[in-house]
């Protein structure tokens, strides 16, 4: 889906083009998509879980992951959270933002540690597929998300927010 005109990239190749400036080095879960690297997930049905796990046995290390159906994201609001995560104890496995006025946690925009991988092997084992039962609680850092970065964490679920994007975006 293009929100962003016609001449720039649909959303899930805007979501990587961002994660390579913040990031450098992108691996697209689950579709495989030509001129990115590629991950399948390890079974059919396994959501956001299955590509996070199957991202952090395959670099081997700790991942920003970034939904691709959050068109307002920005450079800035990745950044923060990198910094943010070289703040945070040398045990947490999650850092992530929270809304601390509604009190939802954006699993989907975190860098999760390579030691969560072994929870989320027996999570999916387990058939719990909600990220955000993962892992405990306390190896789990929530920053908060700040008022004018809200708009970053508009996601599309319904063509009512398809219809909102297109008249709200820059």
């Not at 001449?7 to 080095?25: I, S």
């Not at 390579?114 to 092997?121: E, H, T």
Request: glycine fraction near 10%.
């Amino acid at each position: 889906m293009k929100l962003h005109g016609e001449d720039e990239p649909c959303l899930l190749l805007r979501t990587a083009g961002l994660l390579r400036e913040v990031c450098g080095e992108v691996v697209i879960a689950g579709r495989k998509v030509s001129g990115w690297r590629h991950i399948p997930d390890p079974a059919p049905g396994l959501g956001p879980a299955g590509g996070i796990a199957a991202a952090l046995e395959f670099t081997g290390k700790a991942c920003l992951v970034l939904s691709c159906d959050l068109p307002f994201m920005t450079r800035h609001v990745l950044e923060t959270l990198l910094e943010e995560r070289e703040r945070g104890a040398p045990d947490i496995l999650l850092t992530a933002y929270k809304n601390f006025r509604t009190g939802r946690v954006e699993f989907l925009v975190a860098v999760y540690e390579q030691g969560a991988l072994p929870y989320f092997q027996a999570g999916i084992m387990l058939g719990l597929l909600k990220t955000g039962l993962m892992l405990p609680e306390n190896l789990q850092r929530h920053i908060a998300c700040k008022p004018e970065n809200d708009r970053a964490f508009f996601n599309i679920n319904t063509p009512e927010d398809v219809s909102f994007a297109l008249h709200h975006r820059l």
